[in-house]
């Protein structure tokens, strides 16, 4: 059930905003890597209040940052999601997107590494769907080599 709906976000991002030209569209399982230089993570959260999702983010040599965002796929429906980066080496960082808006981009400064990626809702009772761009640029904006594994998927 979870990948149908999964499969369904990815098909409205598409309709809506074209996103396969623009990127790789990510459609991952728990424990799944994916390589490129944006990824952008389709998915859907689950119904309860508490639902997560939560990805490794790998960011090779030369990395001296990694930047998140997410898209509100559901529409204006009173839930909005967080995004947060952190890196295990100081405090993480969050922004909250707008009700059916994008959020602003996020930016967490550190060297290469593991990043870990949150996308969490306010609210509960329904399934939501969002897109998450993900990745790593070095001092002059370039990608470093950089991974994404789906660690936990609700």
Known sequence: MKMKRFSIACAVALLIFGLGSAAAIVLAQEGEAIERDHVQLNNSIGVSTLATDVYALQCGPGTNRAQADVLDLGGVDGRRFTVTLSSGLGPSVSVTGPDGGLSTLLTLFS????????????????????????????????????????????
């Not at 996308?119 to 990745?135: A, I, M, R």
């Open 111 to 154: 060297g290469p590494g593991q990043f870990q990626v949150t996308v969490s809702k306010t609210g509960g009772g329904f399934v939501e769907v969002y897109n998450s761009v993900v990745h790593c640029l070095n001092s002059i904006g370039g990608h470093p080599t950089q991974s994404v594994i789906v660690v936990q998927n609700q």
